[in-house]
């Protein structure tokens, strides 16, 4: 069992940047995959990051790729998300999420998550 909590969401204007963290409690982040999504009003939750629990290698969504980067310290247990150049477009609730298996795209996959934290970028 895991236990994520996020922070870090606010309110900036566009081309600012913001980083979200994940804090795990319970057992360590390392032994899981960690993933960021995020769910806009009226919209589905959408994948946005993840980091292999093997490799820490990361992959992105294409509309957050070379805006965004996730990263993980150990030490903390704890995975950030530093997003960059942000768009009203990221506005959203982000959310943590953990599974015990690889890399995956899909939220269904993903055994714990944290409450979210919102974002809001205005124009």
């Known amino acids: 069992q895991v236990q994520l909590v996020e922070s870090g969401g606010g309110l900036v204007q566009a081309g600012a940047s913001l980083r979200l963290s994940c804090a795990a409690s319970?057992?360590?982040?390392?032994?899981?995959?960690m993933a960021w999504f995020r769910q806009a009003p009226g919209k589905k939750r959408e994948f946005v990051a993840c980091?292999?629990?093997?490799?820490?290698?990361?992959f992105y969504a294409d509309s957050v790729k070379g805006r965004f980067t996730i990263s993980r310290d150990h030490a903390r247990n704890t995975v950030y998300l530093q997003m960059g150049n942000l768009k009203p477009e990221d506005t959203a609730v982000y959310y943590c999420?953990?599974?015990?298996?690889?890399?995956?795209?899909?939220?269904?996959?993903?055994?714990?998550w944290g409450q979210g934290t919102q974002v809001t970028v205005s124009s």
């Open positions: 999420a953990a599974r015990a298996g690889a890399i995956l795209y899909m939220e269904e996959g993903y055994d714990f």
């Open positions: 980091l292999s629990r093997s490799t820490d290698s990361p």
């Open positions: 319970g057992r360590t982040s390392s032994t899981y995959t």
